[in-house]
């Protein structure tokens, strides 16, 4: 790094850019303003660094909480001073929530300039309350502090973004003026001698180890897996919960301890194994069984590995048998157990975990418990294949379906909160390979799902297909900036039923006076000429023959695009019924 800068706020900003990407961090998500100029302009300069900006504070926090799932590293957040790091406030709860990494640094006015009216100029002291890992303010830029004062904070801040649990952390920057680089530059060679090693080198200040990487050094004896294995060997009949995952090597390790188990598997959409036929085991449409299963043997021993699944029906399934172990296993300490059932919490990163038990187990030799599941599985698939892949109407359940069926291998499948991830965890068939699935279920808001998507795409360097209902896209909308921009493709479905068709299935349906006004909040809005407006081509398909047309027309030419579903809140939730009805009748019938 140069020991010259126009100016001070200028050179601790080069300080804190390079410390990042000395560390590993080079995505940055920036958006306009001027107190933030220092940071700005050290990022854009520096060789390593990959800068996005967005006009939009909400829409850049959500692609940098897309692009955390994706690859469990944080992006870089960076704005200007007021109300621009509130905008990112709906994003770092979802992060703290989901436990992604999120490094936030706000630009903000100096102290002499709080409280006393000066413009765009608010405290910014914990702005994000209880859902950071840590806040910090720096000190304004002076050549009076240490310059290893600059890069010990980074440092800091990055170890804690990363460690278990991650989450966001804040860091508050106030600069004092001169904020553009526009002077001659400044020697400040003698001001770094105390860093001389540092700059002359490229390891960072500061390392430790990397935090999102396995346990390599948990015993068996520590964390009691002799004896849970014990258990799962004797249950008679065990059911095998699978969440979201954080890593592939999750996945591949997981399948081969379903395999040596072979228990029957639930695995949430978030998994990337519920579209999936790479396991055997995997009971597919287990949300759908739940909602008619009558006078079957229950487990009596469930294997939960990862978060919680999305399943309503399967949350209430487990609450109210009578088990005799639950075993949850997760990679962070916080609090996971919504239904007060879990007896055995190990945590414990949960490929470090499968690997450990996979010597210890063995599964049934009777295998008349999974079979029984298998069998009403593919009652299931038989009314679903009857109901919907022969339906000559375009629906919402067929739609999810037909995405996970066509997403390519090696692309990533980012679903957004209320039915779109409802409809692919109920009704997606398990005929593709494993998918890597992200969704913003933390806090499960709708809010950022355009933006995540485009996060997601650009962390697995892949790619996207998006699935969103239409309040999601027009929650959003500026964000299709950034799918214009995306350098991975990235497809967005739109299932447009003109507002909230979620609520059709809530009580508060029955309430006319308000419903419509209050909760369904139609608005007539399609999204042709938004299509249009940012540069990206359109179709509005009406057959399940046109959409896999133009879905898999975008995948062969690698090109972004809309495609928006048309249909009706009152149809669709009529429709949702009657698929539920038909496997009710289908699995009473045999």
């Known amino acids: 790094m140069e020991t010259t800068a126009a100016n001070i706020n200028q050179l601790w900003a080069n300080l804190i850019i390079e410390e990042l990407t000395r560390q590993g961090i080079t995505e940055f998500c920036l958006s306009p303003g001027s107190r933030n100029t220092p940071l700005a302009v050290a990022a854009a300069r520096h060789d390593q660094t990959d800068c996005h900006v967005h006009f939009d504070e909400r829409g850049a926090a959500f692609r940098a909480l897309g692009y955390a799932k994706a690859t469990g590293k944080p992006a870089v957040l960076i704005c200007t001073s007021g109300t621009a790091g509130a905008n990112y406030y709906p994003a770092v709860i979802e992060a703290w929530h989901s436990r992604a990494p999120m490094l936030i640094l706000t630009a903000n006015r100096p102290p002499e300039l709080w409280d006393c009216g000066a413009n765009q100029t608010i405290d910014q002291t914990h702005l994000f309350g209880r859902f950071t890992r840590w806040f910090q303010r720096l000190s304004c830029p002076t050549v009076e502090i240490d310059p290893a004062y600059v890069l010990s904070t980074v440092d800091q801040a990055l170890r804690l973004t990363l460690s278990t649990p991650a989450g966001p952390v804040h860091i508050d920057c106030p600069f004092r003026e001169p904020l553009a680089p526009i002077n001659d530059p400044v020697d400040f060679t003698d001001y770094l001698l105390p860093i001389g090693a540092w700059l002359t080198g490229s390891a960072p200040s500061t390392s430790f180890a990397d935090s999102t990487m396995p346990a390599q050094h948990t015993t068996l004896e520590s964390i009691a897996l002799k004896s849970i294995a014990f258990a799962l060997n004797q249950s008679t009949?065990?059911?095998?919960?699978?969440?979201?995952?954080?890593?592939?090597?999750?996945?591949?390790?997981?399948?081969?301890?379903?395999?040596?188990?072979?228990?029957?598997?639930?695995?949430?959409?978030?998994?990337?194994?519920?579209?999936?036929?790479?396991?055997?085991?995997?009971?597919?449409?287990?949300?759908?069984?739940?909602?008619?299963?009558?006078?079957?043997?229950?487990?009596?021993?469930?294997?939960?590995?990862?978060?919680?699944?999305?399943?309503?029906?399967?949350?209430?399934?487990?609450?109210?048998?009578?088990?005799?172990?639950?075993?949850?296993?997760?990679?962070?300490?916080?609090?996971?157990?919504?239904?007060?059932?879990?007896?055995?919490?190990?945590?414990?990163?949960?490929?470090?975990?499968?690997?450990?038990?996979?010597?210890?187990?063995?599964?049934?030799?009777?295998?008349?418990?999974?079979?029984?599941?298998?069998?009403?599985?593919?009652?299931?698939?038989?009314?679903?294949?009857?109901?919907?892949?022969?339906?000559?109407?375009?629906?919402?359940?067929?739609?999810?379906?037909?995405?996970?069926?066509?997403?390519?291998?090696?692309?990533?499948?980012?679903?957004?909160?209320?039915?779109?991830?409802?409809?692919?965890?109920?009704?997606?068939?398990?005929?593709?390979?494993?998918?890597?699935?992200?969704?913003?279920?933390?806090?499960?808001?709708?809010?950022?799902?355009?933006?995540?998507?485009?996060?997601?795409?650009?962390?697995?360097?892949?790619?996207?297909?998006?699935?969103?209902?239409?309040?999601?896209?027009?929650?959003?909308?500026?964000?299709?900036?950034?799918?214009?921009?995306?350098?991975?493709?990235?497809?967005?479905?739109?299932?447009?039923?003109?507002?909230?068709?979620i609520f059709h299935f809530l009580p508060v349906a029955a309430c006319d006076d308000v419903f419509e006004r209050c909760f369904a909040a139609g608005h007539g809005f399609t999204f042709a000429d938004a299509a249009r407006q940012f540069g990206l081509s359109y179709q509005a398909p009406t057959t399940p023959e046109q959409f896999t047309t133009n879905l898999t027309r975008l995948y062969s030419e690698k090109a972004s695009g809309i495609i928006e579903v048309p249909t009706d809140r009152r149809e669709n939730h009529a429709h949702h019924l009657a698929l539920i009805a038909a496997v009710q009748q289908r699995l009473q019938t045999g």
């Open 237 to 501: 009949r065990g059911l095998l919960v699978v969440g979201r995952l954080d890593r592939a090597r999750q996945v591949s390790s997981l399948v081969q301890l379903a395999g040596r188990l072979n228990w029957p598997v639930i695995a949430d959409i978030q998994s990337g194994l519920r579209t999936s036929h790479a396991l055997p085991q995997l009971i597919a449409y287990a949300d759908l069984i739940l909602s008619f299963r009558s006078g079957e043997p229950e487990p009596v021993t469930v294997l939960h590995i990862g978060d919680q699944p999305t399943s309503k029906r399967l949350h209430r399934y487990l609450s109210r048998i009578p088990l005799e172990r639950y075993v949850h296993v997760v990679s962070h300490d916080r609090g996971s157990d919504p239904n007060s059932i879990v007896t055995d919490r190990i945590v414990i990163d949960t490929g470090t975990f499968c690997d450990l038990m996979l010597p210890l187990v063995s599964g049934p030799k009777d295998t008349q418990w999974l079979d029984g599941w298998r069998s009403q599985s593919a009652l299931v698939a038989e009314s679903l294949e009857s109901e919907l892949d022969t339906s000559p109407t375009l629906t919402e359940p067929l739609a999810a379906r037909l995405v996970a069926r066509h997403a390519p291998e090696n692309t990533g499948l980012w679903v957004a909160s209320s039915m779109p991830i409802r409809d692919l965890d109920s009704f997606a068939a398990p005929d593709n390979a494993p998918l890597s699935v992200g969704a913003n279920r933390g806090a499960s808001g709708i809010d950022g799902a355009i933006a995540s998507a485009c996060g997601f795409a650009a962390g697995l360097k892949a790619p996207v297909t998006a699935l969103i209902g239409d309040l999601a896209a027009l929650h959003d909308l500026n964000s299709l900036t950034m799918v214009a921009q995306s350098s991975q493709p990235v497809v967005i479905v739109i299932l447009n039923n003109n507002g909230g068709g």
